[in-house]
């Protein structure tokens, strides 16, 4: 019986894990993960809540689903993170980053953002403009739904979106990395992390070569980082 109770949790990890490696973000469903997902907010100084979390991939905020069913923004005071099962995210900049790997002086996240300029431009077929076309009214929808309540509350019921959520057509997303330290984002290039205040950029150029760094690798990144900091 205790075999068959493993064997079932393990096909249903499989289906969840599975589902999740086939999701994609749509015009009417701009969130991270395929569903607002059990998670718990850290705070500095405070104590931290549990909810259920999903990350707007058009501001990078935080929403999460009130005990009514609506989607609403977390308050973001003294708000420093998040955990989703093992996902960590750092909360920088009034966004929530998600963490790719860690170094002793700071993380490097990944910033995961709709890019809703290429269904814009791809919508405005001959004849029409791309203002007129349903992908940018939905666009414009979300946009003023999150500027109309300065992005605390959403007008959406959970319900009615999750039900809609493949209704619409695939939204294209980026994702960037960013070094963290202390309180800065830094761009993953060679620019962005010559610029921070007190760099040696002839030093920092010849442990790049003598490194090999790769500005999209991670933990190639966490070298960068150990580097910056060490100075």
Same mark, same amino acid.
């Given at each position: 019986m205790k075999r068959l109770l493993l064997l079932f949790i393990g096909a249903m990890l499989a289906v969840t894990? *599975? $589902? #999740?490696? &086939? =999701? !994609?973000?749509t015009t009417g469903w701009p969130y991270l =993960?395929? &569903?607002?997902?059990?998670g718990e907010v850290l705070r500095a100084n405070r104590d931290s809540n549990k909810g259920r979390f999903n990350i707007h991939? *058009? %501001?990078s905020a935080l929403h999460y689903v009130d005990k009514n069913g609506i989607i609403k923004e977390a308050d973001t005071w003294g708000m420093t993170g998040l955990v989703i099962g093992e996902d960590r995210f750092r909360f920088v900049g009034g966004k929530m980053l998600k963490v790719v790997a860690e170094a002793k002086g700071g993380s490097v996240v990944k910033e995961t953002r709709a890019n809703y300029t290429a269904i814009v431009k791809k919508d405005g077929a001959m004849g029409t403009t791309a203002l007129? *076309? /349903? /992908?940018?009214? /939905? =666009? %414009? !929808?979300? #946009?003023?739904a999150i500027n109309q309540y300065n992005g605390y509350l959403l007008t959406d019921v959970y319900a009615d979106l999750h039900a809609m959520r493949n209704q619409s057509e695939r939204l294209p997303v980026t994702g960037n990395l960013f070094?963290?330290?202390g309180n800065q984002q830094i761009p993953a290039s060679k620019k962005g992390v010559s610029e921070l205040p007190g760099v040696d950029r002839k030093a920092l150029s010849g442990f790049l070569k003598a490194e090999k760094i790769k500005w999209n690798d991670p933990q190639d990144?966490?070298?960068v980082? &150990?580097?910056? /900091? $060490?100075e």
């Open positions: 894990m *599975s $589902a #999740q490696e &086939d =999701y !994609y973000p =993960y395929p &569903d607002f997902m059990e991939l *058009s %501001l007129n *076309s /349903t /992908t940018t009214k /939905t =666009y %414009l !929808y979300n #946009q003023n070094l963290i330290i990144l966490v070298k980082i &150990d580097f910056v /900091t $060490a």
